[in-house]
T-cell receptor, first 115, second 116 residues
Framework: AQSVTQLDSQVPVFEEAPVELRCNYS??????LFWYVQYPNQGLQLLLK??????LVKGINGFEAEFNKSQTSFHLRKPSVHISDTAEYFC?????????????FGKGTKLSVKP | GAGVSQTPSNKVTEKGKYVELRCDPI?????LYWYRQSLGQGPEFLIY????????DSGLPNDRFFAVRPEGSVSTLKIQRTERGDSAVYLC??????????????FGEGSRLTVL
């Protein structure tokens, strides 16, 4: 079975500082990897995804993530955060060739950006 | 509307009652999904519809839970004999066929169910 671990439940950071949100996954087969973001009072939206190819993927709002197969990680990074990045971030996986839309999510990391 | 719409946004009910939650997907999206998010947890997959049929209902926790999509658009999640453990935010998402294959789901804001 697949699982996703987000190592930090909360990450406080000052505005314009860099941030890394950590995600590790467990799977015996190939997976697709995702980061979703949930802004206050909004639905989840896709931030970025890794399907194949380059291990460094770029998403919306200046975020990027790097797939590391040997470490089974998919950490999310941003070099300089804004107040507006305050949100909850969810890492997710789905099996390559598996049931459509059956995403396995981590528990989420709440990013709080302070002025 | 432009996004996935879910009603009601909040529902409080008593243990043992029947509940219906409604989802109106993005126009043109053939795939629809239900997820459940309990407090402090990430969303958990419940069921996936392609058109009118349930293509994958492996996430439904037991036979008290049932979902329909009779005309291939709006879907209703039905919970019978509610229990306190059913309290959660129920999320609906939709996607195109291609988008669903690569995990690009569009989520609604959810329906918060509280069972007293």
């Amino acid at each position: 079975a697949q699982s996703v671990t987000q190592l930090d439940s909360q990450v406080p950071v000052f505005e314009e500082a860099p941030v890394e949100l950590r995600c590790n996954y467990s799977s015996s087969v190939s997976v697709y990897l995702f980061w979703y973001v949930q802004y206050p009072n909004q639905g989840l939206q896709l931030l970025l995804k890794y399907l194949s190819g380059s291990t460094l993927v770029k998403g919306i709002n200046g975020f990027e993530a790097e797939f590391n197969k040997s470490q089974t990680s998919f950490h999310l990074r941003k070099p300089s955060v804004h107040i507006s990045d305050t949100a909850e971030y969810f890492c997710a996986v789905t099996l390559y060739g598996g049931s459509q839309g059956n995403l396995i999510f981590g528990k989420g990391t709440k990013l709080s950006v302070k002025p | 509307g432009a996004g996935v719409s879910q009603t009601p946004s909040n529902k409080v009910t008593e243990k043992g009652k029947y509940v219906e939650l409604r989802c109106d997907p993005i126009s043109g999206h053939t795939a629809l999904y239900w997820y459940r998010q309990s407090l402090g947890q990430g969303p958990e997959f419940l069921i996936y519809f392609q058109g009118t049929g349930a293509a994958d209902d492996s996430g439904l926790p037991n036979d008290r839970f049932f979902a329909v999509r009779p005309e291939g658009s709006v879907s209703t999640l039905k919970i019978q004999r509610t229990e306190r453990g059913d309290s959660a935010v129920y999320l609906c998402a939709s996607s195109s066929l291609a988008g669903g294959r690569t995990g690009e789901l569009f989520f609604g804001e959810g329906s918060r169910l509280t069972v007293l």
